[in-house]
């Protein structure tokens, strides 16, 4: 049998790293690059690294030597880009940066995870031709690391990805695990009526990424096909999971304090990438499998 091409896949223990190894593992060789949680997937190849430490990156892509690389390691929470700019700006920035040039030099195809919050929303929705307006910390850094990406490696493909969903085993804070304990449990829990975003679930971004990664090069828009607010996608949560929506308090973004602006609408045209065959899995579909996964 032919060995399957060697694909490197940094933040390997995140929440996109997770769905990114579950699918790639079957087409490719995957060295699953984590710093402190170790994936423990079967079919992977875990490889411990501190990517902030600089031999890091030159170190692994010659050891290795990849075919391709995904970069899913990243500062991903807002506030904690927010609250720290200089602590996130090396792992948000300078690293995608030189990952880029290494595999560039290295002819190593390559995929950057991005994010539709490189848009400020208020002029959705955004396709692949819509220039990056920066509202806070996070946003400045990633459309400041898709310049910086493409600038030393043109043929590299910048997934811009919308809200994800999804089970992975370290996504214990993110926001949609979060509103599900929230409904299954009955408590409380406040929701903008007025932010609106096209999720997705992690598989079918994860999907979408491996579909381009050498063969897209620059932006795609890798959004689902529904736009709704995270009210309105904490209703069909509930749905999902056959119940009335009582505990969901509707709330204006107006009325809720925060340490940096809010983005009203980063809803994403993702019709280049449909076009292109990317099609991710039907939002109740979607939150239906992730209600039956987590049971
Ligand atoms: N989550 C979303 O809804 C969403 C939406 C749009 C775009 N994205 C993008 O998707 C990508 C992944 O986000 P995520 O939500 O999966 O993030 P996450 O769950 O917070 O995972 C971040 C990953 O980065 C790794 N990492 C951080 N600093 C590192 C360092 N110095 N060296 C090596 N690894 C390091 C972490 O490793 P350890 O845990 O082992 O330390 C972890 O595997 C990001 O580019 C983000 O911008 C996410």
Same mark, same amino acid.
């Given at each position: 049998?032919?060995?399957?091409?060697?694909?490197?896949?940094?933040? &390997?223990?995140?929440?996109?790293?997770?769905?990114?190894?579950?699918?790639?593992?079957?087409?490719?060789?995957?060295?699953?690059?984590?710093?402190?949680? @170790?994936?423990?997937?079967?079919?992977?190849?875990?490889?411990?690294?501190?990517?902030?430490?600089?031999?890091?990156?030159?170190?692994?892509?010659?050891?290795?030597?990849?075919?391709?690389?995904?970069?899913?390691?990243?500062?991903?929470?807002?506030?904690?880009?927010?609250?720290?700019?200089?602590?996130?700006?090396?792992?948000?920035?300078?690293?995608?940066?030189?990952?880029?040039?290494?595999? &560039?030099?290295?002819?190593?195809?390559?995929?950057?995870?991005?994010?539709?919050?490189?848009?400020?929303?208020?002029?959705?929705?955004?396709?692949?031709?819509?220039?990056?307006?920066?509202?806070?910390?996070? %946003?400045?850094?990633?459309?400041?690391?898709?310049?910086?990406?493409?600038?030393?490696?043109?043929?590299?493909?910048?997934?811009?990805?919308?809200?994800?969903?999804?089970?992975?085993?370290?996504?214990? %804070?993110?926001?949609?695990?979060?509103?599900? &304990?929230?409904?299954?449990?009955?408590?409380?829990?406040?929701?903008?009526?007025?932010?609106?975003?096209?999720?997705?679930?992690?598989? %079918?971004?994860?999907?979408?990424?491996? &579909?381009?990664?050498?063969?897209?090069?620059?932006?795609?828009?890798?959004?689902?096909?529904?736009?709704?607010? @995270?009210?309105?996608?904490?209703?069909?949560?509930?749905?999902?999971?056959?119940?009335?929506?009582?505990?969901?308090?509707?709330?204006?973004?107006?009325?809720?304090?925060?340490?940096?602006?809010?983005?009203?609408?980063?809803?994403?045209?993702?019709?280049?990438?449909?076009?292109?065959?990317?099609?991710?899995?039907?939002?109740?579909?979607?939150?239906?499998?992730?209600?039956?996964?987590?049971?």
């Amino acid at each position: 049998m032919a060995q399957k091409p060697k694909l490197l896949i940094t933040g &390997a223990s995140g929440f996109l790293g997770h769905a990114l190894c579950a699918a790639a593992r079957r087409h490719w060789s995957v060295a699953a690059v984590y710093r402190r949680q @170790r994936p423990r997937l079967p079919g992977i190849t875990p490889v411990q690294a501190d990517l902030a430490d600089p031999a890091a990156l030159p170190e692994l892509l010659d050891r290795l030597r990849p075919r391709a690389a995904i970069h899913a390691a990243a500062a991903a929470q807002v506030g904690a880009c927010q609250a720290d700019p200089m602590g996130t700006e090396k792992i948000n920035v300078t690293v995608p940066a030189r990952l880029a040039e290494l595999c &560039a030099a290295r002819e190593i195809d390559l995929a950057f995870t991005s994010t539709d919050l490189v848009f400020d929303g208020r002029r959705a929705p955004y396709d692949e031709s819509s220039p990056p307006v920066p509202f806070c910390v996070y %946003s400045d850094q990633k459309g400041r690391a898709e310049a910086a990406v493409l600038a030393h490696h043109p043929r590299a493909l910048v997934a811009r990805l919308p809200l994800l969903f999804g089970l992975a085993p370290n996504a214990q %804070s993110n926001f949609g695990v979060r509103m599900l &304990a929230a409904i299954r449990h009955n408590q409380p829990i406040e929701l903008f009526v007025d932010e609106f975003r096209t999720p997705v679930d992690t598989a %079918s971004a994860a999907q979408g990424v491996l &579909a381009f990664v050498g063969k897209v090069h620059g932006p795609l828009h890798l959004g689902g096909r529904t736009r709704l607010s @995270r009210y309105e996608l904490g209703c069909r949560m509930a749905g999902a999971l056959g119940l009335a929506p009582t505990m969901l308090r509707p709330v204006s973004m107006a009325v809720v304090a925060l340490p940096y602006g809010r983005a009203p609408d980063c809803s994403l045209d993702s019709r280049r990438a449909y076009g292109l065959g990317y099609d991710p899995t039907p939002l109740d579909a979607a939150l239906r499998q992730m209600v039956t996964q987590a049971a």
